[in-house]
């Protein structure tokens, strides 16, 4: 389980009003998908940031399975990110390597080296997410679908608990984007894997997730059931999401 309790992120200069994040508590359960949706602007990648430890909070802290993880560094931090695997918006593929060898990346990360090992357990990913005959193929050579689709297998190596999608389909076509909410579907329901969703559009979360926290200006001004805040959505911000829904998306 995560638990955010009280966070705040200010940066320098910043007067109390444009905190990124500003007193936030947020409890995620084990095996959820969970919805972080916003506009522009309310702190979502911030947040996500700070449960990677990318950023540090200002205030507050973040507490993994009953461990305050806020203050990690040196071998303990290393440690915490394998346990929390990232999916981002522009993939984050290495131009010059293989599907395969980018793939294999957090293993040459965490030991310094690719065991044969390591190479069958990276195609039996890639066989996971439809791509193992793309194993030799360089990145450029694939479409943004299939690009992402090498980035959640390349996630997926190390055997993460946590996965976090900061706008993982936003760059996507339609057809591209549902391909890839399936696939994280079927991922947390074959693995367990916890996973959190960034986003702006409420298609997204109506698709994949089963619990949403809406964030306006760096608070959170609802967080419920995906049904409940359809349903019955008491935030401005929801509101006005809702009225954005784009359902191809």
Not at 30 to 43: L, N
Not at 51 to 75: C, F, H, M, S, Y
Not at 183 to 190: H, V, W, Y
Request: glycine fraction near 8%; aromatic fraction near 4%; include cysteine.
């Amino acid at each position: 389980m995560i638990e955010i309790q009280h966070l705040t992120k200010a940066y320098d200069g910043a007067a109390a009003s444009a905190h990124a994040l500003d007193d936030v508590s947020i409890s995620i359960a084990d095996g959820d998908i969970v919805g972080i949706i916003g506009m522009s602007g309310a702190g979502k990648s911030t947040l996500v940031r700070c449960i990677n430890l990318l950023e540090r909070p200002t205030a507050g802290k973040i507490v993994v399975d009953g461990q305050d993880v806020t203050g990690l560094t040196g071998k303990e931090l290393r440690s915490y990110r394998r346990r929390v695997a990232m999916i981002f918006q522009s993939f984050g593929l290495l131009a010059q390597k293989t599907v395969l060898d980018n793939v294999c990346f957090p293993f040459r990360a965490a030991s310094g080296r690719v065991t044969p090992e390591n190479r069958e357990r990276a195609l039996e990913l890639l066989d996971m997410v439809g791509l193992k005959e793309k194993a030799s193929s360089y990145p450029s050579q694939l479409s943004g679908g299939q690009q992402q689709r090498v980035a959640i297998a390349r996630a997926l190596a190390c055997d993460p608990e946590y996965i976090l999608c900061d706008e993982a389909t936003s760059a996507l076509d339609p057809a591209s984007t549902n391909t890839i909410l399936k696939l994280l579907r079927d991922i947390n329901r074959t693995t367990g894997v916890t996973i959190i969703v960034i986003t702006h559009s409420m298609g997204v979360v109506e698709k994949i997730c089963r619990n949403v926290v809406v964030l306006d200006h760096g608070r959170v001004v609802e967080q419920g059931s995906v049904g409940e805040v359809f349903a019955n959505p008491v935030s401005d911000a929801a509101q006005v999401l809702l009225e954005r829904v784009d359902w191809d998306a």
